[in-house]
């Protein structure tokens, strides 16, 4: 096979893959069901066990009347404070919310100066983003968003547990006791203890409540949104615009494992514990904001009798170990399919592993970018010693394949049986070319979805300009590298990765020893640079990859063609041949 054919049609199937898979194997065979019973505009109608005349969850009742600054929502005194290993923030005392969290190792920018990412904030501010919990009932008075809840200390962390309570002077006491542990997971449970005269029906929910300004797009190979585990499957079946569209989203039946709201880095998640009936839900409540609940089914709390339920709330970084480390510590079924890997998991969370390794080692997340490649490349070296071999003996059977088509060009079945016979007698396999080729596809997509989704990646500088691997590459063209005061626009911000991935590529098809015909030669000239083109908006760390691939691609073409001198030699005659015609067909025309 044209080794030549055999890139065109790798590299076609490589963007074929990377711009449609995902998207193509949702569409065919989705996760799971985006159908589901529409809930009805009252919250409490969610659970189909309701009581009638329940408290709406988490009521729009004293919602500011204008946008809040961070700063000043945060200042109250009316705060418990959080200081735990990766998380610190503050629990609002006011409608018991946890509005405030902040993710200690990963920062906002890359600025030296930048803080640490906010990921919750309280209702109100720009980037609003909180975690309620409470109690929708029955012939009880419930507490409300704008309950004042007393706390028995004045900081959470890992070692000291806080508990809010709330006595609405009916003889029913509420109180949620929240503690943290070393990472991200916050654990709540909720209590009612009822100290009336009869008996009173309480159902516990928690919800998630929050605005879309900085979140991150879903696109086709990274789903952000609503996100849950529900029965057997994940479902990332819907996103903020189809939300806002249609108002209320049901998941599909089954058990709720874990539902919430997922970024490209950040996940916050309700996870319910205990074996009591929970229905999750989905809802735009308008204005970009949206809310994710879960609602334990109805319980009777008889007189002088307690309640109470569980639930856990992860609010921090998708990162893959951690992630892993809940699903098996904690049970949490199918919590590090949050991070959406898609159906090269199996592919992609190694290669995540090994880069983490290699970072472990070098120190350098650049390094470990160019270290994984150089292995991919030696694991590769065998193959394409095979290949260049192959190559070596198809050109040397290529006079007698001539003469075989000339000899049966009247019968191609048997023209084609007597090349079969020809190649088995040879040893040679026209197959063999394409081989490395086609194993690259998905170590390629493997790395592309790693740079995208692996927080590991965020913010790690390689070398002089380049300050985060993750995001393209800053150096462009267009502007004089930042001098001029804008930023070119997708494909046209052409950066130094960029021009270094046209010209390798470049060169390595000009180092190809087959010979092509004119409109092979034309497609092989200006592809490299239209891919110069079509890569330069992604990140700079897939773009090193394949700089590097390429750099290696040459010293082993360069290397391999000194031990088959025959194919260089016939590559080259070949060339001289044809190079001769045309000027003589020039010349004819003339």
């Known amino acids: 096979m044209d080794n030549q054919r055999n890139l065109l049609f790798a590299v076609a199937l490589s963007f074929l893959l990377i711009l449609g898979w995902d998207a193509g194997m949702r569409y065919f065979y989705p996760e799971a069901s985006t159908a589901g019973a529409p809930q009805s505009s009252d919250p409490t109608v969610a659970a189909s066990a309701a009581p009638q005349g329940s408290a709406e969850l988490g009521s729009a009742a004293g919602e500011p009347a204008g946008p809040v600054d961070l700063s000043t929502a945060l200042s109250s005194p009316q705060r418990v404070s959080i200081d735990a290993a990766r998380v610190e923030g503050s629990i609002n005392l006011v409608g018991a919310q946890l509005d405030d969290i902040e993710l200690k190792d990963h920062r906002e920018t890359t600025d030296q100066d930048s803080g640490p990412v906010q990921l919750f904030a309280p209702k109100g501010t720009p980037g609003q983003y909180f975690a309620q919990f409470g109690w929708i009932g029955n012939g009880v008075t419930l507490p409300t968003p704008q309950t004042v809840w007393q706390a028995d200390g004045q900081t959470l962390t890992q070692t000291s547990p806080v508990t809010l309570t709330h006595d609405n002077g009916e003889g029913q006491i509420f109180s949620i006791k929240y503690s943290i542990d070393a990472n991200y997971m916050i654990t709540a449970e909720q209590s009612v203890v009822n ?3 009869g008996s009173i029906v309480v159902q516990p929910y928690g919800l ?14 990274a789903h952000s949104g609503p996100i849950g585990a529900f029965g057997d499957s994940v479902d990332y079946g819907v996103d903020y615009d189809d939300l806002a569209e249609n108002g209320t ?3 599909a039946a089954g058990k709720t494992h874990w539902t919430g709201f997922s970024d490209i880095y950040w996940l916050s998640a309700l996870i319910p514990q205990g074996d009591q009936t929970v229905t999750p839900g989905f809802r735009s409540l308008g204005d970009d904001i949206f809310r994710a609940d879960v609602i334990y089914g ?3 709390v008889a007189a002088g009798s307690t309640v109470s339920s569980s639930t856990l709330l992860f609010a921090g970084a998708k990162e ?5 480390t809940y699903r098996d510590d904690l049970g949490i079924d199918k919590f590090g399919k949050a991070i959406d890997w898609g159906w090269f998991e199996w592919f992609v969370k190694p290669m995540v592993w090994l880069l983490r390794t290699l970072y472990d080692f070098a120190g350098n997340f650049g390094v470990a970018i160019i270290l994984l490649t150089i292995i991919i490349r030696g694991a590769l070296f065998p193959i394409a010693q095979k290949q260049f071999a192959s190559m070596a003996g198809m050109k040397a059977v290529q006079p007698k394949m001539k003469a075989l088509q000339e000899r049966y060009k009247d019968d ?6 007597e090349v079969m016979a020809l190649y088995k007698k040879e040893g040679v396999n026209p ?3 394409c081989l490395p080729l086609l ?3 998905p170590i390629f997509f493997a790395l592309y979805k790693a740079l995208i989704l692996a927080i590991e990646m965020r913010h790690k500088p390689f070398v002089l300009w380049i300050e985060d691997l993750s995001a393209p590459d800053p150096a462009k063209i267009l502007n004089l590298f930042g001098l001029l005061p804008f930023d070119p626009p997708g494909f046209l911000g052409i950066g130094v990765l960029a021009v270094l991935l046209g010209v390798t590529m470049w060169l390595t098809f000009k180092l190809n020893p087959s010979a092509m015909d004119p409109m092979q030669q034309q497609i092989f000239n200006f592809m490299p640079w239209v891919l110069m083109f079509v890569m330069a908006p992604f990140a700079a760390g897939l773009l090193l990859y394949w700089v590097t691939s390429n750099l290696l691609t040459l010293a082993q073409q360069s290397y391999l063609y000194s031990k088959h001198p025959q194919l260089r030699a016939a590559a080259e005659k070949e060339k001289a041949e044809k190079a001769l015609a045309k000027q003589r067909e020039e010349a004819s025309e003339k």
Do not use: C, H, M, W
């Not at 998630?208 to 190979?221: D, G, I, K, Y």
């Not at 191609?412 to 049986?417: C, L, S």
């Open 208 to 221: 998630l409540n929050r605005n879309t300004v900085n979140a991150s797009p879903s696109t086709f190979n």
């Open 195 to 197: 100290n009336g005269d």
């Open 298 to 300: 109805p319980e009777t």
């Open 412 to 417: 191609k079945q048997k023209q084609q049986q």
């Open 249 to 251: 989203y049901t998941p």
């Open 431 to 433: 197959l063999a070319g």
């Open 439 to 441: 194993i690259q596809i």
């Open 320 to 324: 893959s170990a951690v992630l892993d």
